[in-house]
């Protein structure tokens, strides 16, 4: 068996002296596709934080591709939940993509054809063909969304960290985004956080429910009353959407 | 008309030295808007008069001076501010008091008169000496080599510094040597409109340069044409009206600014209706 490609033991993250994540083991393997889900603040982007080596932690040890993390950056594809840049950037979504590069190659050297191709396919991927040219600020929220997917792509990833993709977009969109991930589980392993639990669940080969500490299923969980209520402390009525795919929950 | 008063060797000194600090000023400016530094910029700026006391102490050239001075400065500010905690704008504040408040010692503690001071603070084109010309020159040339070099780093930086940094790059390293950068384009920008108005001329065009771009590139190209713009045509206002010609620069570039933002409100209101 290869070794997992996360491998988080015993990991404890602290931050302004609040414990955000307390004793968590988890370990995913090449071809996963986890779906981590959980209430607000319990410690979800502060997980793939760690991974990505922008948050030590305090306890516990972390292991990404047998390396700490942050040593393989051109290893793991990250679209980011929170838009830290400036929606008016003079910049298009070519070269927004384009920058997903950057972590392939060297300290002074150029963007050169490969890139620009690697760039132009990831663009194609996320279906972003049509508006390659276009300036980022007149971009919708879902196909702005699809340009930091493609970023990440573009990178030429093994692992990919996607933080709340779907959030904030509108449902449309959010079946786009999702077909575009059930075609890249086919090559690649996913890390997706979520509080879209009735959505995920369709997709995803495991979950894990996450509130500081951590519990994880080897199957996509059935979003049933019972779980979610111990999960967020209060009764929870999951809304489960039959809509378009017919395959919704089918459970062993 | 250009004719004559190209024939005064101040006046072709004032011209090259303009357009050449102009290069220097589109390019930079350009992050400094981008990543809305501006206040860095001006912190590093002022910080760097405490240089040009320093030089005229030790009787040197003042600009030999405030390039270290303007250079520690720009690292100790970005140091401040990611690595100690200190909120960026009470040290950059700090700074900025520090840098004068050496520079008003160090003058006073030499004695006689420094007629030549006003123009580092307020600047003076018309004074250029050739020495300060081939400084320019020089510096113009490692600001464009760096850039060269670094432009996706430091594009990466600008748009977004925490995927910069997932990505592998030394994120706090490129940004101290954009602040370096920065300090050198000051010492250039220094001689033409002054180190109290520096901020201006970094921004205004690169600000404006902004509305119509869609590149990093064409903005910068586009900055560069505006802050010439605005040097030769305060430049020739300030020669037709006698005034001084740094604070003329600064008028028509913010004269442009507001008519710019005016112009545009305008037309949004139009459309709107």
């Not at chain 1, 932690?57 to 393989?72: D, H, Y």
């Not at chain 1, 002074?108 to 990831?122: C, V």
């Not at chain 2, 024939?7 to 809305?36: D, H, P, Q, W």
């Not at chain 2, 600001?143 to 748009?159: M, Q, R």
């Amino acid at each position: 068996m290869k070794d997992p490609i996360i491998q988080c033991d015993q990991l404890s993250v602290s931050l302004g002296g609040m414990k955000v994540l307390d004793k968590v083991t988890l370990s995913v393997n090449d071809g996963d596709f986890l779906g981590i889900i959980g209430p607000n603040g319990g410690g979800k982007t502060t997980l793939l934080r760690v991974i990505l080596g922008l948050e030590a932690p305090s306890a516990g040890s972390v292991r990404v591709f047998g390396g700490s993390p942050g040593s393989f950056p051109g290893r793991i594809g990250y679209v980011p939940q929170r838009l830290f840049f400036d929606r008016d950037f003079p910049i298009s979504i070519r070269e927004l993509v384009l920058m997903g590069r950057i972590s392939n190659k060297k300290l002074f050297q150029h963007y050169n054809k490969r890139d620009r191709e690697k760039a132009d396919q990831a663009i194609c991927t996320a279906g972003l063909e049509r508006l390659a040219d276009r300036r980022i600020g007149d971009l919708s929220g879902g196909e702005l969304q699809r340009a930091l997917i493609a970023r990440a792509l573009a990178g030429d990833p093994e692992l990919l960290l996607l933080d709340e993709p779907t959030a904030s977009i509108d449902p449309q969109m959010k079946t786009t985004i999702y077909d575009l991930m059930e075609h890249l589980k086919e090559k690649l392993t996913l890390v997706l956080v979520s509080h879209d639990i009735g959505t995920i669940s369709r997709y995803v080969t495991r979950t894990a429910f996450l509130n500081v500490t951590l519990e994880l299923y080897e199957s996509a969980l059935s979003p049933n009353r019972e779980s979610l209520s111990a999960l967020y402390h209060y009764p929870v009525n999951p809304v489960v959407h039959h809509s378009q795919v017919s395959r919704t929950i089918d459970h062993p | 008309m250009l004719h004559e008063i190209l024939a005064f060797e101040f006046m072709r000194n004032a011209l090259l030295a303009a357009i050449l600090s102009c290069v220097a000023c589109g390019i930079i400016g350009t992050y400094v808007v981008v990543k809305k530094i501006g206040f860095i910029s001006g912190g590093i700026a002022h910080t760097a008069f405490g240089g040009i006391g320093l030089g005229y102490y030790l009787g040197i050239n003042p600009l030999l001076g405030v390039i270290p001075f303007s250079l520690f400065a720009a690292i100790a500010i970005g140091l401040m501010s990611k690595k100690a905690k200190v909120a960026e704008d009470s040290a950059i504040g700090t700074f900025w008091a520090v840098g004068m408040a050496v520079g008003v010692i160090c003058i006073s503690l030499k004695p006689g008169y420094a007629p030549d001071l006003f123009s580092y603070l307020f600047g003076n084109i018309l004074t250029v000496p050739t020495f300060d010309l081939w400084m320019i020159l020089l510096l113009d040339l490692f600001i464009i080599g760096v850039v060269w070099l670094l432009n996706k780093e430091f594009l990466a930086i600008s748009f977004d510094e925490e995927y910069a940094r997932v990505s592998g790059l030394k994120t706090t390293a490129l940004y101290l040597l954009m602040l370096c950068l920065i300090a050198l384009t000051v010492v250039v920008m220094m001689r033409v409109v002054g180190i109290v108005m520096v901020i201006a001329l970094l921004t205004i065009p690169a600000a404006i340069a902004r509305m119509f771009s869609r590149t990093l590139p064409g903005m910068m190209l586009l900055a560069i044409a505006l802050s010439l713009l605005f040097s030769i045509s305060g430049l020739w206002f300030s020669y037709q009206f006698d005034l001084a010609s740094g604070a003329t620069i600064i008028l028509v570039s913010g004269f442009v600014f507001f008519l710019v933002h005016a112009w545009r409100l305008v037309s949004a209101s139009l459309t709107a209706q």
